[in-house]
Nanobody, 124 residues
Framework: QVQLVESGGGLVQAGGSLRLSCVASGGTFSRYTMAWFRQAPGKEREFVAA????????DYANSVKDRFPISRDNAKNTVYLEMNSLKPEDSAVYYCAARSAVRLTRYTYNYDFWGQGTQVTVSS
């Protein structure tokens, strides 16, 4: 069983930056595909970014591409989401997710483990 704990959320002005971290425990982190999703009030959870176990493949939602690079440090069991040029519409609870399969995917049902989420609020 894998436990995921996110951190790094907060309140930031539009145009600012935040870095989210997700620390994994209880499994072999380097064997998991990792992803970030987000959910705004009244909306469905949506895909943000994903990274393969070896970090040789990445996938991004169009809305965050070129603004939110995803990375990982397998030695630290941690995946990161660097959030730049933030917009009010980026406000949401951000969730870290893990799946034991190799292929990157944007679908929530493909992910086996989830964190509790961290709130990001961007003021205009």
């Amino acid at each position: 069983q894998v436990q995921l704990v996110e951190s790094g959320g907060g309140l930031v002005q539009a145009g600012g930056s935040l870095r989210l971290s997700c620390v994994a425990s209880g499994g072999t982190f380097s064997r998991y595909t990792m992803a970030w999703f987000r959910q705004a009030p009244g909306k469905e959870r949506e895909f943000v970014a994903a990274i393969s176990w070896s970090a040789d493949s990445r996938d991004y939602a169009n809305s965050v591409k070129d603004r939110f690079p995803i990375s990982r440090d397998n030695a630290k069991n941690t995946v990161y989401l660097e959030m730049n040029s933030l917009k009010p519409e980026d406000s949401a609870v951000y969730y870290c997710a893990a799946r034991s399969a190799v292929r990157l995917t944007r679908y929530t049902y493909n992910y086996d483990f989830w964190g509790q989420g961290t709130q990001v609020t961007v003021s205009s």
